[in-house]
């Protein structure tokens, strides 16, 4: 009675290699590192600029480990934390608005664990550093600008169906028509109750009739604000990660808030006005008409193109559709097999495609690239200490003028975009560049290095502190049970590690906190069943009382873990930040405790009692 199966004992030595396997990688420290990026999103780093930084290194710096390109962007490794600090201010100071050069740390593990996955586990910004802000989405600006392209499509259709428009305007966030007569106020009004039902059913607009003045007035219902803002959030969600993540920052976290607000964490990046670039580099996208001969001078801007200075084009004024109606973006080739860029639009600026395009054949269709950018420069202060201050300004270039062939909708091709890794990065603006509403700055934290290490120092020295009372009241107690239920603990924790390094997951804080959560949870499992072996003692033999104690305590031990594994798996889906970081440890652990004492403590007891005339058996 009670040995061990093949089944068993396979079992055990395979999660137990791969578990040691991908938790080994943390056992190798992690190295000062820089990351430079070109400023342009559109530009991978090369040999230039690797050149130019290094040369700035062997001049100005107190020396550098090793210098590579990866993942198109440069990588330095440092030897100590204050090569690596004195490196960035140097490199900031001579690069300035050329280059973005972000704080990293290297894994220093080896070439062979990585071809198999193996990495350490991710720290997130209460361990490792970093900064942290938290954004506004500026809603009214997206509200006004719906109710402009709005108004100019409104202005299209009154004049199309020859309604006479005495005056129009958006004030207010309110669309406001005044007419010369009674039967174009009566048109207008019932064209905006036909539109102002939406494709689910909702009301999208509040209209304000005023039959004295011969005037209308049209606000967003609350339907269409939720929608709008929902949209507009998401959006800039979606384009603040992809931008985010092209600068390689390790384990950002670009998340919602609320209703309008985003969280944006960059572990390992220590310098504010870095990060701010890095967040300012969010742009917007205008799809605007040439002008021609018969565009009033007042009507049309003239822009440089963003790959040629010296080229200008005039586009009217009116915008067609703006970028965040793109929903996707890709590259193709024309039938001459020359590289074209793939659009899709959603249905609102498919229809407003449909219009603008419509009567306008053979004329140039300009796509404008609004980028809001940082101007830095190095200047001496009152100290007599360099400083580098910044300005903000938008610049706004047009990145293709193509030529409307056939009548647009929500689907169309932009031609003549040069070569097949210019029209990539077309995409790339198309589907990362565009921010359905601006932002501004409501918090900016920073967490410093040491304030990581030392919450790393603290949370390992808890951990250590618990694991150690616990396998010693463990052994005092239990005796031999005791020290297999100690053994089970660390096997545990390498569990818990290898699978958080396996599956990417990053620690926190509070993911400490559930570690040693666990700690106690993996004990009590073991609790559990030396009690029930104890109790099953005072009736039957020693073989038959383990042999019963351990399945009749599965049911018990079974219940209780999925009962918190439920409650662990709430908090994952519905919490945010620090409470994610702990329901992740807190469900791996449970996860890992019930495999460790079942499975584990009792392959080790097997071992030592299975198969032998125990006439006295103390636990």
């Given at each position: 009675?009670?040995?061990?199966?093949?089944?068993?004992?396979?079992?055990?030595?395979?999660?137990?290699?791969?578990?040691?396997?991908?938790?080994?990688?943390?056992?190798?420290?992690?190295?000062?590192?820089?990351?430079?990026?070109?400023?342009?999103?559109?530009?991978?780093?090369?040999?230039?600029?690797?050149?130019?930084?290094?040369?700035?290194?062997?001049?100005?710096?107190?020396?550098?480990?090793?210098?590579?390109?990866?993942?198109?962007?440069?990588?330095?490794?440092?030897?100590?934390?204050?090569?690596?600090?004195?490196?960035?201010?140097?490199?900031?100071?001579?690069?300035?608005?050329?280059?973005?050069?972000?704080?990293?740390?290297?894994?220093?593990?080896?070439?062979?664990?990585?071809?198999?996955?193996?990495?350490?586990?991710?720290?997130?910004?209460?361990?490792?550093?970093?900064?942290?802000?938290?954004?506004?989405?500026?809603?009214?600006?997206?509200?006004?600008?719906?109710?402009?392209?709005?108004?100019?499509?409104?202005?299209?259709?009154?004049?199309?169906?020859?309604?006479?428009?005495?005056?129009?305007?958006?004030?207010?966030?309110?669309?406001?028509?005044?007419?010369?007569?009674?039967?174009?106020?009566?048109?207008?009004?019932?064209?905006?109750?036909?539109?102002?039902?939406?494709?689910?059913?909702?009301?999208?607009?509040?209209?304000?009739?005023?039959?004295?003045?011969?005037?209308?007035?049209?606000?967003?219902?609350?339907?269409?604000?939720?929608?709008?803002?929902?949209?507009?959030?998401?959006?800039?969600?979606?384009?603040?990660?992809?931008?985010?993540?092209?600068?390689?920052?390790?384990?950002?976290?670009?998340?919602?808030?609320?209703?309008?607000?985003?969280?944006?964490?960059?572990?390992?990046?220590?310098?504010?006005?870095?990060?701010?670039?890095?967040?300012?580099?969010?742009?917007?996208?205008?799809?605007?008409?040439?002008?021609?001969?018969?565009?009033?001078?007042?009507?049309?801007?003239?822009?440089?193109?963003?790959?040629?200075?010296?080229?200008?084009?005039?586009?009217?004024?009116?915008?067609?559709?703006?970028?965040?109606?793109?929903?996707?973006?890709?590259?193709?080739?024309?039938?001459?097999?020359?590289?074209?860029?793939?659009?899709?639009?959603?249905?609102?600026?498919?229809?407003?495609?449909?219009?603008?395009?419509?009567?306008?054949?053979?004329?140039?269709?300009?796509?404008?690239?609004?980028?809001?950018?940082?101007?830095?420069?190095?200047?001496?202060?009152?100290?007599?200490?360099?400083?580098?201050?910044?300005?903000?300004?938008?610049?706004?270039?047009?990145?293709?003028l193509a030529t409307i062939q056939a009548v647009l909708g929500t689907g169309f091709r932009i031609t003549g975009v040069g070569s097949p890794q210019e029209a990539s990065e077309l995409a790339l603006l198309l589907r990362a560049g565009a921010l359905a509403a601006p932002m501004k700055f409501v918090e900016e934290?920073?967490?410093?290095?040491?304030?990581?290490?030392?919450?790393?120092?603290?949370?390992?020295?808890?951990?250590?502190?618990?694991?150690?009372?616990?396998?010693?009241?463990?052994?005092?107690?239990?005796?031999?049970?005791?020290?297999?239920?100690?053994?089970?603990?660390?096997?545990?924790?390498?569990?818990?590690?290898?699978?958080?390094?396996?599956?990417?997951?990053?620690?926190?804080?509070?993911?400490?906190?559930?570690?040693?959560?666990?700690?106690?949870?993996?004990?009590?499992?073991?609790?559990?069943?030396?009690?029930?072996?104890?109790?099953?003692?005072?009736?039957?033999?020693?073989?038959?009382?383990?042999?019963?104690?351990?399945?009749?305590?599965?049911?018990?031990?079974?219940?209780?873990?999925?009962?918190?594994?439920?409650?662990?798996?709430?908090?994952?889906?519905?919490?945010?930040?620090?409470?994610?970081?702990?329901?992740?440890?807190?469900?791996?652990?449970?996860?890992?405790?019930?495999?460790?004492?079942?499975?584990?403590?009792?392959?080790?007891?097997?071992?030592?009692?299975?198969?032998?005339?125990?006439?006295?058996?103390?636990?």
């Amino acid at each position: 009675m009670n040995k061990n199966s093949a089944f068993r004992i396979i079992t055990i030595t395979l999660v137990l290699l791969v578990g040691c396997l991908y938790a080994l990688p943390n056992l190798y420290p992690t190295q000062p590192a820089i990351q430079i990026a070109y400023t342009d999103s559109g530009k991978s780093a090369d040999q230039f600029l690797l050149d130019k930084a290094e040369s700035i290194l062997e001049n100005e710096t107190s020396g550098y480990e090793e210098i590579f390109l990866r993942d198109n962007k440069i990588v330095i490794k440092f030897k100590t934390l204050d090569q690596q600090l004195e490196s960035k201010t140097a490199l900031q100071n001579k690069l300035l608005d050329q280059a973005i050069i972000a704080l990293n740390l290297e894994p220093t593990t080896p070439a062979w664990l990585k071809d198999i996955g193996g990495k350490p586990v991710k720290l997130g910004l209460d361990l490792s550093g970093g900064v942290h802000f938290l954004l506004e989405v500026d809603i009214d600006s997206a509200l006004q600008a719906r109710l402009e392209v709005l108004l100019d499509n409104y202005r299209k259709s009154f004049r199309e169906d020859k309604l006479k428009v005495a005056n129009s305007s958006v004030k207010d966030l309110a669309l406001s028509f005044e007419f010369r007569d009674t039967e174009s106020y009566n048109e207008a009004l019932r064209a905006y109750r036909n539109d102002s039902i939406g494709i689910n059913g909702g009301i999208q607009y509040i209209i304000t009739e005023r039959p004295s003045r011969k005037t209308l007035l049209l606000k967003f219902s609350d339907v269409a604000i939720k929608e709008i803002r929902d949209y507009a959030v998401g959006q800039n969600l979606t384009t603040l990660r992809n931008r985010v993540n092209e600068l390689g920052v390790s384990e950002p976290v670009v998340q919602r808030q609320g209703a309008n607000r985003i969280v944006v964490q960059l572990p390992g990046v220590q310098d504010p006005t870095a990060a701010k670039k890095i967040i300012g580099k969010t742009a917007n996208l205008e799809f605007r008409l040439e002008a021609n001969s018969r565009t009033s001078p007042l009507r049309k801007e003239e822009f440089n193109f963003k790959d040629n200075d010296y080229r200008t084009a005039f586009l009217e004024r009116a915008v067609v559709v703006s970028g965040d109606r793109v929903t996707n973006a890709s590259t193709g080739f024309d039938e001459s097999g020359f590289s074209q860029v793939n659009i899709t639009l959603d249905m609102q600026g498919g229809r407003a495609m449909q219009k603008a395009t419509s009567g306008n054949i053979g004329r140039g269709l300009g796509v404008l690239f609004v980028e809001q950018k940082s101007k830095s420069e190095l200047v001496v202060d009152e100290l007599g200490n360099k400083v580098i201050e910044q300005t903000s300004y938008i610049e706004k270039n047009i990145i293709s003028l193509a030529t409307i062939q056939a009548v647009l909708g929500t689907g169309f091709r932009i031609t003549g975009v040069g070569s097949p890794q210019e029209a990539s990065e077309l995409a790339l603006l198309l589907r990362a560049g565009a921010l359905a509403a601006p932002m501004k700055f409501v918090e900016e934290r920073t967490v410093g290095p040491s304030l990581g290490k030392e919450n790393i120092e603290l949370g390992m020295t808890s951990i250590l502190i618990g694991f150690s009372l616990v396998i010693l009241f463990m052994a005092l107690y239990y005796k031999v049970f005791g020290l297999a239920a100690n053994v089970s603990l660390v096997i545990n924790l390498v569990l818990i590690t290898g699978i958080m390094s396996l599956l990417g997951a990053s620690l926190t804080l509070p993911g400490i906190a559930g570690i040693v959560l666990t700690v106690g949870m993996a004990v009590d499992a073991n609790v559990l069943i030396f009690s029930r072996i104890r109790e099953e003692l005072k009736e039957k033999d020693p073989q038959s009382a383990i042999h019963d104690g351990f399945s009749r305590a599965f049911v018990t031990i079974f219940d209780a873990n999925v009962t918190t594994l439920i409650a662990a798996l709430i908090l994952y889906v519905i919490g945010t930040g620090p409470v994610k970081g702990f329901a992740i440890t807190l469900s791996i652990g449970i996860v890992t405790s019930m495999f460790t004492a079942i499975m584990c403590t009792r392959a080790m007891v097997n071992l030592i009692y299975g198969n032998k005339n125990i006439k006295e058996l103390k636990i």
